[in-house]
């Protein structure tokens, strides 16, 4: 669509930007939101993928929501339905602010229209591959491919490296601040001395006086805020997710760092069920050395998901701030939204004074056990919360052992498998043995973390599991493996076989079981290197 040079157009400048408008045509509809596809794009975290729509009119031009998570708002108020706004109305997305101005100038006007046709986007996207291609020349062994995200200071590409791997290149903008290259080189350092299944992987850094960019593991899949926006997860899928954000978190934590920004937009999620935390922009190093980069007045992170003590000072911040960031994601994703909702310095106040709402009030039924380990994760004083990202493992992965007993056949589709916009079903067959044993179906990576609560727990019994291979038993005595086989496959080859399976059904019996086997595996390390093969079959080493 090409915009009408007529009097009958309309602008909506964006507040902060010279000469800078949106022309509406009487009869044309521009959409605003964060996806690639938007016509009117904001990188901005609080602004959903489709989050409204300006539609002109001869009246005016009428705003409407789009169902955005934060909402849009016209001269400070929430729009619930269409809003028809007129010159002067200030319209807010996200934490932009917009000002609906006089009609258009005639034809020759300086004023330049942001609304991008997908030719346009084209042309754009080539200008910033040539940008890339300048910055990171085949000197580097890189070739750029496809821009993945832009920000204020930092580009992330495709790329593809000499040895033919693909990665994710992320540059630093020339004439970036000193504290931008400080901070950005801070966590290429975090990212490159941990090495992780459910962390991004950095495989090179490069810190020269003309260019600056570590490339990492490019994860194909999708941000747990994409995921959502389709439709809130179920209670297996956000607690096997939230386990294994806290089992990063747990490293983390252990080599003295932390994220400060844990949100659903920095949880990817792979097909066959691995997360990642990503985006380590605001990361904190408490070993490293030089001056603090952050000052008081520095806004570190997204409201919605920080606690009180990063809003009032993100200096003075320890590792539990972090669980409230997982607290808060995980709402998120059970319920499709952050547990405090308004415009941003309204955010700001709830998060400071108000206690944060209970998960049984948006799902009624839910698991006490998963409405109080969310209710402690959100607590207002971090003395209140728990006090280790271990103790996060152990309460979630106690909570997803009562998912398994109250909803025997699991979630509906696999977190990171392909929507075919009617989901993908997880397997329908019943569980092996009567009702009432802790067993079911399992997707994606659920099995893994079961096996690692019966470790965490000690627990003996028998483990039945019946794949697309047939069906196999793994002994359990205090939590460690003692016997496995499957068909005519025995000991670790045959565990590792069924705990990779990518679906099916289990069923645990416990009670002593007497064998003599000198077979003592530990769970927790075979659910690891599963993970990492896994891992390494979406993005190898290079």
Same mark, same amino acid.
């Given at each position: 669509?090409?915009?009408?040079?007529?009097?009958?157009?309309?602008?909506?400048?964006?507040?902060?930007?010279?000469?800078?408008?949106?022309?509406?045509?009487?009869?044309?509809?521009?959409?605003?939101?964060?996806?690639?596809?938007?016509?009117?794009?904001?990188?901005?975290?609080?602004?959903?993928?489709?989050?409204?729509?300006?539609?002109?009119?001869?009246?005016?031009?009428?705003?409407?929501?789009?169902?955005?998570?934060?909402?849009?708002?016209?001269?400070?108020?929430?729009?619930?339905?269409?809003?028809?706004?007129?010159?002067?109305?200030?319209?807010?997305?996200?934490?932009?602010?917009?000002?609906?101005?006089?009609?258009?100038?005639? %034809?020759?006007?300086?004023?330049?229209?942001?609304?991008?046709?997908?030719?346009?986007?084209?042309?754009?996207?080539? &200008?910033?591959?040539?940008?890339?291609?300048?910055?990171?020349?085949?000197?580097?062994?890189?070739?750029?491919?496809?821009?993945?995200?832009?920000?204020?200071?930092?580009?992330?590409?495709?790329?593809?490296?000499?040895?033919?791997?693909?990665?994710?290149?992320?540059?630093?903008?020339?004439?970036?601040? +000193?504290?931008?290259?400080?901070?950005?080189?801070?966590?290429?350092?975090?990212?490159?001395?941990?090495?992780?299944?459910?962390?991004?992987?950095?495989?090179?850094?490069?810190?020269?006086?003309?260019?600056?960019?570590?490339?990492?593991?490019?994860?194909?899949?999708?941000?747990?805020?994409?995921?959502?926006?389709?439709?809130?997860?179920?209670?297996?899928?956000?607690?096997?997710?939230?386990?294994?954000?806290?089992?990063?978190?747990?490293?983390?934590?252990?080599?003295?760092?932390?994220?400060?920004?844990?949100?659903?937009?920095?949880?990817?999620?792979?097909?066959?069920?691995?997360?990642?935390?990503?985006?380590?922009?605001?990361?904190?190093?408490?070993?490293?050395?030089?001056?603090?980069?952050?000052?008081?007045?520095?806004?570190?992170?997204? %409201?919605?998901?920080?606690?009180?003590?990063?809003?009032?000072?993100?200096?003075?911040?320890?590792?539990?701030?972090?669980?409230?960031?997982?607290?808060?994601?995980? $709402?998120?994703?059970?319920?499709?939204?952050? %547990?405090?909702?308004?415009?941003?310095?309204?955010?700001?106040?709830?998060?400071?004074?108000?206690?944060?709402?209970?998960?049984?009030? $948006?799902?009624?039924?839910?698991?006490?056990?998963?409405?109080?380990?969310?209710?402690?994760?959100?607590? &207002?004083?971090?003395?209140?919360?728990?006090?280790?990202?271990?103790?996060?493992?152990?309460?979630?992965?106690?909570?997803?052992?009562?998912?398994?007993?109250?909803?025997?056949?699991?979630?509906?589709?696999?977190?990171?498998?392909?929507?075919?916009?009617?989901?993908?079903?997880?397997?329908?067959?019943?569980?092996?043995?009567?009702?009432?044993?802790?067993?079911?179906?399992?997707?994606?990576?659920?099995?893994?973390?079961?096996?690692? +609560?019966?470790?965490?727990?000690? &627990?003996?019994?028998?483990?039945?599991?019946?794949?697309?291979?047939?069906?196999?038993?793994?002994?359990?005595?205090?939590?460690?493996?003692?016997?496995?086989?499957?068909?005519?496959?025995?000991?670790?080859?045959?565990?590792?076989?069924?705990?990779?399976? %990518?679906?099916?059904?289990?069923?645990?019996?416990?009670?002593?079981?007497?064998?003599?086997?000198?077979?003592?595996?530990?769970?927790?390390?075979?659910?690891?290197?599963?993970?990492?093969?896994?891992?390494?079959?979406?993005?190898?080493?290079?």
């Amino acid at each position: 669509m090409e915009w009408k040079e007529t009097l009958s157009d309309h602008l909506v400048k964006l507040l902060g930007a010279q000469s800078v408008s949106i022309k509406i045509g009487p009869r044309d509809v521009v959409t605003i939101g964060r996806s690639a596809d938007a016509d009117f794009i904001l990188d901005d975290s609080l602004v959903s993928r489709r989050h409204c729509s300006l539609h002109g009119s001869d009246a005016g031009v009428i705003v409407s929501d789009l169902g955005s998570r934060n909402g849009t708002e016209v001269n400070g108020v929430r729009v619930r339905a269409e809003v028809l706004v007129r010159p002067g109305d200030q319209i807010r997305v996200g934490r932009a602010h917009f000002l609906v101005d006089e009609k258009a100038r005639t %034809p020759g006007s300086e004023t330049a229209s942001l609304r991008r046709s997908r030719r346009d986007r084209r042309r754009s996207d080539g &200008k910033q591959a040539d940008e890339a291609a300048t910055f990171l020349p085949p000197a580097t062994g890189y070739e750029p491919i496809e821009l993945l995200a832009s920000g204020s200071s930092t580009l992330v590409y495709h790329a593809r490296s000499q040895r033919g791997q693909d990665v994710a290149v992320k540059m630093l903008r020339p004439g970036a601040s +000193f504290d931008q290259r400080t901070r950005f080189l801070r966590s290429a350092d975090v990212l490159a001395r941990l090495d992780h299944p459910n962390l991004a992987r950095v495989v090179d850094v490069c810190d020269e006086v003309d260019r600056c960019f570590f490339a990492m593991g490019l994860i194909q899949g999708e941000s747990l805020a994409d995921i959502v926006e389709r439709r809130p997860l179920g209670a297996r899928q956000a607690l096997s997710i939230g386990v294994q954000i806290a089992r990063a978190l747990s490293l983390l934590h252990q080599e003295m760092v932390i994220h400060r920004d844990v949100r659903p937009e920095n949880v990817m999620v792979i097909h066959g069920g691995i997360a990642k935390l990503v985006g380590f922009g605001f990361v904190k190093d408490l070993e490293a050395s030089g001056a603090a980069l952050t000052k008081l007045s520095d806004a570190v992170g997204d %409201p919605s998901y920080i606690p009180p003590e990063q809003v009032r000072d993100p200096r003075d911040v320890d590792h539990r701030s972090d669980l409230y960031g997982l607290g808060a994601t995980l $709402f998120h994703a059970l319920t499709g939204q952050a %547990p405090f909702q308004g415009t941003p310095l309204e955010v700001v106040r709830r998060v400071l004074a108000t206690p944060a709402p209970r998960l049984g009030t $948006f799902l009624p039924g839910i698991s006490p056990l998963l409405e109080g380990a969310l209710d402690k994760l959100l607590a &207002k004083s971090a003395d209140d919360r728990f006090q280790s990202a271990t103790d996060v493992m152990a309460a979630l992965d106690h909570a997803l052992m009562t998912a398994c007993r109250s909803d025997p056949r699991g979630d509906a589709s696999p977190v990171g498998a392909p929507d075919d916009g009617g989901g993908v079903t997880a397997t329908q067959a019943s569980p092996i043995v009567a009702a009432g044993q802790l067993g079911g179906g399992f997707t994606g990576l659920e099995l893994l973390e079961i096996v690692q +609560f019966l470790e965490l727990n000690e &627990k003996d019994g028998r483990l039945a599991i019946e794949t697309g291979e047939g069906i196999g038993e793994i002994v359990l005595q205090r939590g460690l493996i003692a016997a496995a086989s499957v068909g005519a496959v025995e000991g670790e080859a045959a565990a590792r076989r069924l705990l990779a399976a %990518p679906q099916g059904t289990f069923e645990f019996r416990a009670g002593g079981v007497a064998i003599t086997s000198d077979l003592r595996l530990r769970p927790a390390a075979i659910a690891l290197d599963l993970m990492r093969a896994r891992d390494e079959e979406v993005h190898p080493r290079s």
